[in-house]
T-cell receptor, first 111, second 116 residues
Framework: KNQVEQSPQSLIILEGKNCTLQCNYTVSPFSNLRWYKQDTGRGPVSLTIMTFSENTKSNRRYTATLDADTKQSSLHITASQLSDSASYICVVTLNNNDMRFGAGTRLTVKP | NAGVTQTPKFRILKIGQSMTLQCTQDMNHNYMYWYRQDPGMGLKLIYYSVGAGITDKGEVPNGYNVSRSTTEDFPLRLELAAPSQTSVYFC???????????????FGAGTRLSVL
């Protein structure tokens, strides 16, 4: 069983709408939790990094939240744009530098 | 800066052939990584290096070898290609380890490999 589970697997929304992507993890103790954006045919690009003591981090229209008690994180995208179409990957880094990647959520934004 | 550069972008191998995937970075980063990404799966770490001359196995090292003779380059070698190695391979680099908050990992564009 994957130690970092993301939901939904895929999502289609209309341009201008908001959406929230979920990440549940079982690994602990962890050092930080990251969200990456991966465009088709490209490598992942870092969006946010949160330590275990932080519960929110924003990067432009992206807001990540973290609940270390329930081991859940979410990525909220506001006022979606066509360029937001990509896979969004949740990554949990353990204290020994071991990074565990989720399988990603595939987001499609339609005009 | 070019960042992390991977070559080739695509390659088709026959079973049993060997090849080297090239990765170079121009950011003077200490840490470099090789991952594979299979459909519907999270990235899996193959090998990593914390500096020139030092390499360590990741989660899925079997069938691969690496070397780190310089800070800039971190090639990945497949000696006897097998169909199970069909995947997309990503190289990444960072200044420090992932456990350091705010340490950003930079990825290359990937190499798509098919073994037939």
């Amino acid at each position: 069983k994957n130690q970092v589970e993301q939901s939904p697997q895929s999502l289609i929304i209309l341009e201008g709408k908001n959406c929230t992507l979920q990440c549940n993890y079982t690994v602990s103790p962890f050092s930080n939790l990251r969200w990456y954006k991966q465009d088709t045919g490209r490598g992942p690009v870092s969006l946010t990094i949160m330590t275990f003591s932080e519960n929110t981090k924003s990067n432009r229209r992206y807001t990540a939240t973290l609940d270390a008690d329930t081991k859940q994180s979410s990525l909220h995208i506001t006022a979606s744009q066509l360029s937001d179409s990509a896979s969004y990957i949740c990554v949990v880094t353990l204290n020994n530098n071991d990074m565990r990647f989720g399988a990603g959520t595939r987001l499609t934004v339609k005009p | 800066n070019a960042g992390v550069t991977q070559t080739p972008k695509f390659r088709i191998l026959k079973i049993g052939q060997s090849m080297t995937l090239q990765c170079t970075q121009d950011m003077n980063h200490n840490y470099m990584y090789w991952y594979r990404q299979d459909p519907g799966m999270g990235l899996k770490l193959i090998y990593y290096s914390v500096g020139a001359g030092i390499t360590d196995k990741g989660e899925v090292p079997n069938g691969y070898n690496v070397s780190r003779s310089t800070t800039e380059d971190f090639p990945l070698r497949l000696e006897l290609a097998a169909p199970s190695q069909t995947s997309v391979y990503f190289c990444a680099s960072s200044q420090r380890g992932g456990e350091v908050a705010k340490n950003i990992q930079y990825f290359g564009a990937g190499t798509r490999l098919s073994v037939l």
